[in-house]
């Protein structure tokens, strides 16, 4: 029988389709670019890995279910975002031909995991796991893509908080980086300890990440006590 812990993609995947809502008002207000776009995206693969959680705990173990949640969860869980930090930080141009090389990755892999035998769990029905693919090798795929969002995610969020922190008007983003820093580096723990068959701790990492993440946002997007309007900062607002 799963446990309490099974139960909390059901309401990270709440919080994650509101948060995506609320970045696709923004950019509808704003129209400043594709970067809120690619981080609406990110909230949406969110709430899409979290869901296929929420179903595997209520409903069991089902093949379909287990595709989409490596697919939304191990490869298209952080590259959304991060490449919505991509086109903040590097040119357009050069935004562009990453985004070219980062999707051709995802959708080899992606084919690779809908194409893959798998043999299903023999005993626990509501635990999900990359070790049922037969073709052990398509778990390499999610590493690499899981480094190239950590890169520009975390560390463009490190690198934001650190520029700000020397701002004397600006430490509201400061803290704000620093909270989506910390939010985005949590689910990519959890998803290492899916790899040794502890998924619970993925489910916990993946709500405190994601609350992390939004108070981030807010805390960035914020209007300062003086009154002057608070421009978007360069960093994932997942």
């Given at each position: 029988?799963?446990?309490?812990?099974?139960f909390?993609p059901i309401?990270?995947?709440?919080?994650?389709l509101?948060f995506?809502?609320?970045?696709?008002?923004?950019?509808?207000?704003?129209?400043?670019?594709p970067?809120?776009?690619?981080?609406?995206?990110?909230?949406l693969?969110?709430?899409?890995g979290?869901?296929?959680?929420a179903?595997?705990?209520l409903?069991?173990?089902?093949?379909?279910?287990f595709?989409?949640?490596?697919?939304?969860g191990?490869?298209?869980?952080?590259?959304?975002?991060a490449q919505g930090?991509?086109?903040?930080?590097?040119?357009?141009?050069?935004?562009?031909?990453?985004?070219?090389l980062?999707?051709?990755?995802?959708v080899?892999?992606?084919?690779?995991?809908?194409?893959?035998?798998?043999?299903?769990?023999?005993a626990?029905a509501?635990?999900?796991?990359?070790?049922?693919?037969e073709?052990?090798?398509?778990?390499?795929f999610s590493p690499?893509?899981?480094?190239?969002?950590l890169?520009f995610?975390?560390?463009?969020?490190?690198?934001?908080?650190?520029?700000y922190?020397?701002?004397?008007d600006s430490?509201?983003?400061?803290a704000g980086?620093?909270?989506?820093?910390a939010?985005?580096l949590?689910?990519?723990?959890?998803?290492?300890?899916?790899?040794?068959?502890?998924v619970?701790v993925?489910?916990v990492?993946?709500l405190?990440g994601?609350l992390?993440?939004?108070a981030?946002?807010?805390?960035?997007?914020?209007r300062?006590s003086s009154?002057?309007?608070?421009?978007p900062?360069?960093?994932?607002?997942?």
């Amino acid at each position: 029988m799963p446990g309490l812990v099974h139960f909390l993609p059901i309401l990270t995947t709440a919080v994650a389709l509101a948060f995506a809502v609320a970045l696709v008002r923004r950019w509808l207000e704003r129209r400043s670019g594709p970067h809120l776009l690619w981080w609406a995206a990110g909230a949406l693969t969110y709430a899409i890995g979290t869901a296929t959680e929420a179903s595997t705990t209520l409903f069991g173990w089902r093949e379909p279910v287990f595709r989409a949640w490596y697919i939304a969860g191990a490869l298209l869980g952080g590259a959304p975002l991060a490449q919505g930090t991509v086109y903040l930080l590097l040119s357009r141009r050069t935004a562009h031909r990453l985004t070219a090389l980062l999707l051709a990755v995802i959708v080899v892999a992606a084919t690779c995991v809908v194409l893959s035998p798998v043999t299903p769990p023999p005993a626990d029905a509501h635990r999900l796991t990359g070790r049922v693919l037969e073709w052990t090798w398509v778990r390499a795929f999610s590493p690499f893509i899981n480094l190239y969002a950590l890169t520009f995610l975390v560390g463009g969020a490190a690198l934001s908080a650190a520029r700000y922190a020397r701002a004397v008007d600006s430490p509201h983003r400061a803290a704000g980086n620093t909270l989506i820093a910390a939010g985005a580096l949590l689910p990519g723990i959890g998803g290492a300890f899916t790899r040794f068959g502890h998924v619970e701790v993925l489910y916990v990492t993946e709500l405190i990440g994601l609350l992390l993440i939004i108070a981030g946002y807010h805390t960035i997007t914020r209007r300062p006590s003086s009154g002057v309007s608070d421009a978007p900062a360069p960093v994932p607002a997942r």
